[in-house]
């Protein structure tokens, strides 16, 4: 499963994501080639930005 689909099937449209695959960051420009191993560990983290 890629990057792409996991936060599709998740149902995470929010834009400012961060994705971390077995603590290595996954680049945004990746996530529609970048295949997750079974049994990895998947970070995905929502950024907020205000004041």
Do not use: C, Q, W
Not at 30 to 43: G, L, S, T
Request: charged content about 25%.
């Amino acid at each position: 499963m890629t990057i792409n689909r996991i936060l599709e099937v998740m149902n995470y449209t929010f834009r400012m994501l961060v994705v971390k695959v077995n603590d290595e960051l996954v680049k945004k420009e990746n996530y529609d080639k970048f295949i997750v191993p079974k049994n990895a560990d998947v970070k995905i983290i929502h950024l907020i930005s205000g004041g």
